[in-house]
């Protein structure tokens, strides 16, 4: 199973910036997400979605925060919005299969002005 992670970037405060996450797998997968890790802090979630588009955030990123997945279930966006600059992190996608948990490499969001 391979991820690539797209969209990362620097945006100022109050920006937005769109993520994106394709799995490639033959196996079946059920929840996708998004996690994030700042320097120093552990990896923490930031929202995941489900087979049935059932959605989960923590909440400092609620109603700033869109997880989406496309039709085919492979891939899945993160749309953030009012960007802070606590939200800088790197941010990794994450896919749980029927073969296991897997992660991408992982995206440089930096938002600063």
């Known amino acids: 199973v391979q991820l690539q992670a797209s969209g990362g970037g620097l945006v100022q405060p109050g920006g937005s910036l769109r993520l994106s996450c394709t799995a490639s797998s033959k196996f079946t997968i059920f929840d996708m997400g998004w996690y994030r890790q700042a320097p120093g802090n552990q990896r923490e979630l930031v929202a995941t979605i489900n087979r049935g588009e059932t959605t989960n955030y923590i909440e400092r990123v609620k109603g700033r925060f869109t997880i989406s997945r496309d039709k085919g279930l492979n891939t899945v966006h993160l749309q953030m919005n009012s960007l802070k600059p606590e939200d800088t992190a790197v941010y990794y996608c994450?896919?749980?299969?029927?073969?296991?948990?897997?992660w991408g490499q992982g995206t440089q969001v930096t938002v600063s002005s």
């Open positions: 994450n896919a749980q299969t029927t073969s296991g948990v897997y």
